[in-house]
T-cell receptor, first 115, second 110 residues
């Protein structure tokens, strides 16, 4: 079974530029998560989708971050414009659902460096 | 909302036992997960607790007390490959969001 796919693996941009990350979850997984992980910290939930609807985006900086999950499958996360403090690994995860023992499976992440 | 607290780092010797604690506060509890994350890699699932008590899985065990908002992960017979960050994550019952703690870095030395 294919895992969660993310691209690109690495990205370096200058501050004030825009960047987009792509995620393809495990087939059949209804729930998709985007996390931001700054070096030395735990993953911080940015947005959680159930199919193509947003379950939680309370920690998404909406003035510069946006995410969509068209057709309830793939998802993109965009930052526009980027700031130095956005340098982090952006992890996408998916799970079958949100009830019971539905563990989240993670992709390899996109390491973003803003210079 | 959720508030999850974990100590930051510990060092232990190969073959030893280490306990990693996690305390949490949530408006509605719907399960606690433990993940392992090696440096530069994605987190991988270790264990899940939703009822009070101990769940054992080989060298790893996880305990939950819902009344105390407390869990621990027990690593036995430590191996060098166990050097990693250990993250606890809590699922909230209201909107089912999955929030992680800061993680606890375990360094295993010979």
């Amino acid at each position: 079974e294919a895992g969660v796919a993310q691209s690109p693996r690495y990205k370096i941009i200058e501050k004030r530029q825009s960047v987009a990350f792509w995620c393809n979850p495990i087939s059949g997984h209804a729930t998709l998560y985007w996390y931001q992980q700054i070096l030395g910290q735990g993953p911080k939930l940015l947005i959680q989708f159930q199919n193509n609807g947003v379950v939680d985006d309370s920690q998404l900086p909406k003035d510069r971050f946006s995410a969509e999950r068209l057709k309830g499958v793939d998802s993109t996360l965009k930052i526009q414009p980027a700031k130095l403090e956005d340098s982090a690994v952006y992890l996408c995860a998916s799970s079958l659902g949100t009830g019971g023992n539905t563990e989240a499976f993670f992709g390899q992440g996109t390491r973003l460096t803003v210079v | 909302g959720q508030n999850i607290d974990q100590p930051t780092e510990m060092t232990a010797t190969e073959g030893a036992i280490v306990q990693i604690n996690c305390t949490y506060q949530t408006s509605g509890f719907n399960g606690l997960f433990w993940y392992q994350q090696h440096a530069g890699e994605a987190p991988t699932f270790l264990s899940y607790n939703v009822l009070d008590g101990l769940e054992e899985k080989g060298r790893f065990s996880s305990f939950l007390s819902r009344s105390k908002g407390y869990s621990y992960l027990l690593l036995k017979e430590l191996q060098m490959k166990d050097s990693a960050s250990y993250l606890c994550a809590v699922r909230d019952h209201g909107n089912n969001r999955l929030a992680f703690g800061k993680g606890n870095q375990v360094v295993v030395i010979p």
